[in-house]
């Protein structure tokens, strides 16, 4: 208990005490009476109009009490004194004047308690004004205990006992782990690399998209290793004042040297560790002052001094040079989105201690969820455990886990949504076409489901097998903007009209087109460069334009481009389509009544009706510009993400 607990608690004995010395004073506070001489009292005596006589503890007062109740009791001052016997003796009382032949006098007996609440009486207001003042002391320490501390470190220690995550619980990243053991070995024997005069690695940096495991991979390596950790945010650093970021990092390195061997591990280090010179605030900014103290801390580090620094970020393009250089962050280390054996690796690590079915195939889980990284699959498992327990299913099955994988990609089925009868016909005809072009398009991915149930934000869903392809080529690519417009084709050969359901099919289509021409140089025409550079804010992180190096002439001819490669897999996607007509209309009719068909399903459907690919027609050049879109990275990770559903 500190100190200002035990003065806030010595104050609010002081106010009880005190309280309860006044409830006692008002209780012992004899009635309303009145007031009488000796000599009066003794001339009652004598009259027999007394019963009883009560002398007070301290032998001043004399409470009378008569033998008419109606009469008032009555009271009597008189000096201390033994005995009031030997007063009323001298005002000629005698032993036959009283009552029965006896005196019927009772003294009151002293009470300790009442001594020491009437001390308190006297002398409380003063113990209150002592107890005040240091109470007010004791909080002026603490504030300057406070400001103080306002410099100081807020790294949170783990210790070896504490418990920990080891390499076990890390999937997913066999390589990222090797890199590491390197690490872990050191600090359980460094005099196995310092015997050879080699220098273990100052720092390491973490990469990888959010999700992938960095915080996790980390505490595996404290657990691991069996030295302390230290944990902080690069945002715990920076405060409003300047230096008191820079006070920080030099607290915490000095308790690491007092710990060595230890880890200090510092989570998204970007946003103390950016790019200096980019700012508004110059070489005094806070942030650039304790990036200034980082690099030095590191710098410094004495031979014999075993501390490794981990850091993680999911940006390391706008870290400062200095900070990337050998001798600080020595090794790079990337976490990226596992592949389908990484995926099922992990599957295995979330379903420990799990009641799980003995159906459940983790492989075909591995399998359906591209793109996951460890966060994703972990609420996956989690999203499947809590549907199994709302169902009170005894164990976690199949169904659940497939059902959970739609709800994290694509979010909860809106079956309350009401939707008019022509537009559930129009959102059948639109899904059926997306995936009877896929269906005949051999570079197109296979389909997985197609749904009419509304999800997230669209009406209806056309949703593929996405696979682990890091490398798309150009038919790849021609076959997904074909399949992506198959839905306006179908919109266009059944209704002769179209509907604001395509727009987002719009939208993905002139990214893809766009991105293929000025960026991976897929255009005959425009031949082998890149068009445009894109322009990032260091401090946002966002890209705010793309720089033009190119001139008006040729943008007009890209223009051009992206609009002649839409046309033609947009001829191509309406060929398929009218010479699948029949086809089109029983896939859209079976799912206007089951709402919901899995491949298997449309593949018993459309089977014997297929007919030969025609050759794509000649595409149509039209004269109106289309609308300019931002590019699609295809180089981000998000590339192996199932498609957005569409509107409709």
Aim: glycine share 8%; with cysteine; aromatic share 6%.
């Amino acid at each position: 208990m500190n100190a200002a607990r035990i003065s806030r608690w010595l104050i609010y004995g002081l106010i009880a005490v005190a309280l309860l010395a006044i409830v006692w004073n008002f209780s012992a506070t004899p009635p309303a009476s009145e007031d009488i001489s000796i000599s009066q009292l003794a001339q009652q005596i004598k009259e027999n109009q007394i019963v009883k006589i009560e002398v007070s503890s301290s032998g001043q007062q004399v409470t009378i009490q008569y033998a008419d109740t109606e009469q008032p009791p009555a009271k009597a001052n008189i000096s201390g004194v033994s005995s009031l016997e030997e007063v009323l003796q001298s005002y000629g009382v005698t032993q036959d004047d009283y009552a029965d032949g006896r005196p019927n006098i009772l003294y009151a007996r002293p009470s300790q308690l009442g001594g020491w609440l009437s001390f308190l009486g006297i002398f409380l207001p003063i113990i209150l004004m002592v107890g005040f003042f240091y109470f007010i002391f004791r909080q002026s320490q603490g504030s300057n205990n406070q400001a103080a501390s306002f410099g100081k470190s807020r790294a949170r220690m783990f210790t070896s006992d504490h418990p920990t995550v080891t390499f076990a619980d890390v999937a997913g990243a066999d390589e990222a782990k090797e890199e590491l053991r390197e690490i872990v070995e050191f600090l359980r024997d460094p005099s196995r690399f310092v015997t050879f005069g080699a220098r273990i690695p100052k720092g390491v940096l973490l990469v990888g998209s959010p999700g992938t495991g960095k915080t996790l991979l980390a505490k595996a390596v404290s657990g691991e290793a069996g030295v302390p950790f230290f944990s902080i945010a690069g945002s715990e650093f920076v405060e409003m004042f300047v230096g008191v970021g820079a006070s920080r990092v030099r607290d915490l390195f000095e308790t690491a040297k007092r710990h060595s061997p230890c880890i200090i591990f510092i989570d998204e280090i970007d946003a103390v560790g950016r790019q200096r010179g980019a700012g508004l605030g110059g070489s005094h900014d806070e942030r650039e002052q304790t990036l200034n103290q980082i690099l030095v801390e590191m710098d410094g580090f004495d031979t014999d001094v075993h501390i490794i620094i981990l850091a993680a970020t999911n940006r390391p393009d706008i870290l400062d040079p200095a900070l990337m250089r050998p001798g600080r962050f020595d090794r790079r280390v990337v976490l990226d989105r596992p592949d389908i054996r990484g995926r099922e690796a992990i599957f295995k690590v979330h379903l420990r201690g799990k009641p799980v079915a003995s159906t459940v195939n983790i492989h075909r889980l591995a399998k359906s969820t591209p793109g996951f990284v460890g966060a994703d699959i972990e609420n996956t498992v989690n999203e499947a455990a809590l549907l199994a327990a709302r169902r009170n299913r005894k164990n976690i099955g199949m169904a659940e886990f497939q059902e959970a994988v739609e709800r994290v990609q694509l979010g909860p089925e809106r079956k309350s949504r009401i939707i008019s009868p022509e537009e559930r016909e129009i959102i059948a005809y639109h899904e059926a076409g997306h995936a009877l072009v896929s269906h005949f398009l051999p570079a197109a991915p296979p389909l997985r489901k197609i749904t009419i149930v509304p999800r997230g934000m669209g009406l209806g869903l056309t949703w593929y097998m996405e696979t682990d392809n890091l490398l798309p080529n150009k038919s790849q690519l021609l076959a997904q903007i074909a399949s992506t417009l198959g839905g306006r084709a179908a919109e266009e050969i059944v209704f002769g009209e179209v509907t604001a359901g395509a727009s987002n099919d719009l939208q993905r289509v002139t990214q893809i087109s766009r991105q293929m021409i000025t960026q991976f140089g897929m255009s005959e025409d425009l031949g082998l460069r890149v068009y445009g550079q894109k322009q990032e804010m260091v401090f946002l992180g966002r890209e705010i334009s793309e720089q033009r190096d190119y001139s008006d002439a040729v943008a007009e001819l890209i223009d051009n481009e992206v609009r002649g490669m839409i046309d033609r897999e947009h001829q191509r996607a309406r060929r398929i389509l009218i010479e699948n007509r029949e086809t089109l209309d029983r896939v859209a009719a079976a799912l206007m009544e089951e709402e919901t068909l899995e491949a298997e399903e449309f593949v018993a459907i459309i089977d014997g009706l297929e007919r030969p690919l025609p050759p794509p027609e000649t595409a149509v050049k039209s004269p109106r510009p289309p609308d300019k879109d931002d590019a699609l990275d295809w180089n981000s990770p998000k590339r192996n993400l199932p498609p957005t559903p569409s509107p409709a």
